[in-house]
């Protein structure tokens, strides 16, 4: 048996033999071959391998483990599916008074932003809301995620990329502050009480650039509401700086921002912020969606959001396991969706947060080929356009820029120190798709591990061959893990069902537009909330939903959209 494992290493090791033109470039880019893994093979079903170095070596991601739950997460729920934000009401309603409370519940949007509070405020007006004697409460109980604002993965404390998740988001968490030295004026971007800003800036009459560019602050956390401490000198010929930073809690930005909006609009309200579970007898006023996830996990992917990952790992934890989400149900949820999709096999992975922030994440080059396979296999080009695009957008726009990798490339970068990986897909000059990984952890320096994957990028637009012919393994279904967590027993499966939201009207839709869903065989709903919607279905799998949807989108509306699936008592059809 020993013998015959040997062996079977043996033939791998000779069959998977690195092409001469890769061989060259590691040998010229001054890393050793023992801090690279490759893996690299024709996109899909083939199983020819093009080239493969110590690609079941144990590495740490960074963020190309994003990978791992943004498709997770699409598996689950589809590119179509919106975020909710619940707004409810408590108490009663009297000539556009409302004796109570104004509640919303948060299910980890993470794109909630004060670019919304218009529709949110106009949703509110419709309900005949004019003020509100009661609290805004909010309920943040979707996800059991603590208080702390950052990571506190580095000593960048403030930074955006620290950000930690929590399901009342609102502008990712970052608080905005406006410098515009010409006016000698400071000021916050969205209303927020719940952080002090204090100006200690000199101007000083030099040009603006280098230490007289950008203002320097601290932030003192000594009392109750956080105090930034703008300082140093600063020229007045510059123009506004945005100081862009975690700072506060984001439902209370969330908080001030709505009150403030409301107020905006003629609606005053009397009480303040209270945290609290939606009670029972609540009424349901209306449901604020997100774009759909494909757009998310697109900019999740292509700017290498930490945030939104993290708050895709607690959704799909929430969604596999139930409320309140953890990092431990999250972890396991994108294990679970991975394998039962037949998508990940045996091998090491630990996927801690799910964004790549973390040193204790770990995966080898041939597993995560694996997951990008099996991503192209099912979903083709609309996967691929997830990803950065070489030359266009994302992490690597400029890094392919003028070179004949640019429009051919569409990949997940990932970079810590002493980590430069990147992964994903190359399209040869012949009309190949290769999927590529390219993992580089060494001490030589990030811009040689660069340097390398680039020219190896390179040589593969040009490569003319087939790779070699790996017969197919079978796969273990144990994976090896080291991570120590909470083991979750999937819940009985719910009987759900699936809408499509055809359109929506200020009046009644007429009786043409109705006969026109009839004539295409669909059955229809018109549900009257802030105007008139038709709702289609339902239906009771996810794949009939999705048939309907494209004759929807052909014949009667292109922006049609499937809505959140719901349990079957609560569809009214």
Known sequence: MKKSIVWFFVLTMYMYALPAG??????????????????????????????????????????????????????????????????????????????????????????????????????????????????????RSYFNVGTKNNSGFDQHTYSPYNAMPDAMMFNERVSTICITPRKNRVAKQVPDGSYNVVNHLKLVNKPCRGRYSWPSFKVDKSQETPTVLLKGPISKKCGTRKLCQVITKPYKTFYYALKDALKQNGISVNGTLRLNKIPKNAKELFTHYSQPLEKIVSKTAKKSNNLYARHLLLLLGAKMYGAPSTLSKGRQAVKYMLQSKGALHGGTLHID????????????????????????????????????????????????????????????????????????????????VYTTVILVNTKKGRWKAAQLQNDIMKWLVTYKGRGTPIAKQEHSSTLVSTEK?????LPQEQKVLYRIQAGSFSAPPNSFYLSNILKLGLKYRIEKENGYKILIGPYSSESAARESLKKVREHLNSGAFLLPPVENSEVGF
């Open 22 to 139: 890769i061989n060259h470039i590691i040998s010229k880019s001054g890393i050793p071959k023992k801090d690279i893994s490759i893996y690299i093979k024709e996109a899909g079903n083939s199983n020819r391998v093009a080239a493969a170095l110590n690609a079941e070596r144990v590495r740490t991601p960074a963020s190309v483990i994003k990978v791992m739950t943004i498709y997770a997460t699409l598996l689950k729920l589809g590119f179509d599916y919106r975020w909710p934000t619940k707004f409810y009401a408590a108490g009663q309603m009297k000539g556009g008074v409302l004796k109570g409370d104004l509640l919303v519940k948060g299910f980890g949007d993470p794109t909630l932003s004060d670019k919304d509070l218009p529709a949110i405020v106009t949703q509110i007006r419709a309900k005949g809301i004019r003020k509100i004697t009661g609290n805004i409460v909010i309920d």
């Open 353 to 432: 947060n799910g964004c790549g922030l973390s040193r204790s994440s770990k995966l080898t080059a041939k597993l995560l080929a694996e997951i990008l396979d099996d991503a192209y296999a099912r979903y083709g080009q609309r996967w691929m356009n997830t990803l950065s695009i070489a030359g266009v957008d994302g992490t690597i726009k400029r890094r392919f820029r003028g070179t004949v990798v640019r429009k051919r490339a569409w990949m997940k970068t990932g970079t810590l120190k002493r980590v430069k990986n990147i992964a994903g897909y190359v399209k040869s000059r012949n009309g190949r």
């Open 485 to 489: 967590t909470e083991s979750y027993s």
